[in-house]
């Protein structure tokens, strides 16, 4: 596609619950980055895949958020047993020559 | 740690002014600087960058100013519109190639008044 998209566009989940998020980035595009972004917040690096190897998972808050790439295109944020703490929007950027192109984000709320 | 912090978190200006957000850095190691815009319910969108080797880039009604001295950076937009109403974030990254994090500032929102 001509960007990069995200799905679900919007998730509302129970405490407890686990969430997966979806990323299809611009294709080609080596460089995958997951962002997190609480209400009126600047974005938060979690995780960065460079084709399929996940290089750096730095800004994962916990052990409850898992990422992966498995065929360096497609890439899937996990969030275990979410706590209300994880609601923010969450947004997954590719890249190519250094510029990020994000794609307009996942809002979880968790309840 | 080191992060990337804005002066004003709101900015309001007359349509047709021009508009300037600043932002403060802290990690002097930083090679390469990015605006970002960001509008209701969407991603950051790219404006403009700078080079740690450079201390002025133009674009179209935008200009970058980097002052690496007082690790300052700004962002000035000319004949403010209203489309030009959303969150202004100064990025910054180590060097500028694919592999390489950028880390945010808290950002600074801009409300264009008609």
């Known amino acids: 596609g001509a960007g990069v998209s995200q799905s679900p566009r919007y998730k509302v989940a129970k405490r407890g619950q686990d969430v997966a998020l979806r990323c299809d980035p611009i294709s080609g595009h080596v460089s995958l980055f997951w962002y997190q972004q609480a209400l009126g917040q600047g974005p938060e690096f979690l995780t960065y895949?460079?084709?399929?190897?996940?290089?750096?998972k730095s800004g994962l808050p916990s052990d409850r958020f898992f990422a992966e790439r498995p065929e360096g295109s497609v890439s899937t944020l996990k969030i275990q047993r979410t706590q209300q703490e994880d609601s923010a929007v969450y947004l997954c950027a590719s890249s190519l020559t250094g510029t990020l192109n994000f794609g307009e984000g996942s809002w979880l709320t968790v309840v | 740690g080191e992060s990337v912090g804005l002066h004003l978190p709101t900015l309001s200006v007359q349509e047709g002014d021009n508009s300037i957000i600043n932002c403060a850095y802290s990690?002097?190691?930083?090679?390469?600087f990015i605006w970002y815009k960001q509008e209701s319910g969407k991603g950051p969108q790219f404006i403009i960058d700078?080079?740690?080797?450079?201390d002025k880039r133009q674009g179209q009604r935008v200009t970058v100013l980097l002052n690496k001295t007082v690790k300052h950076l700004s962002l000035q937009i000319a004949a403010t519109q209203p489309g030009d109403s959303a969150v202004y974030f100064c990025?910054?990254?180590?060097?500028?190639?694919?592999?390489?994090?950028?880390?945010f500032g808290p950002g600074t929102s801009l409300s264009v008044i008609p």
């Open positions: 895949f460079q084709n399929e190897a996940q290089l750096d």
């Open positions: 700078i080079r740690s080797n450079m």
């Open positions: 990025a910054e990254a180590g060097q500028r190639t694919s592999y390489d994090k950028v880390i």
């Open positions: 990690n002097s190691a930083s090679d390469y």
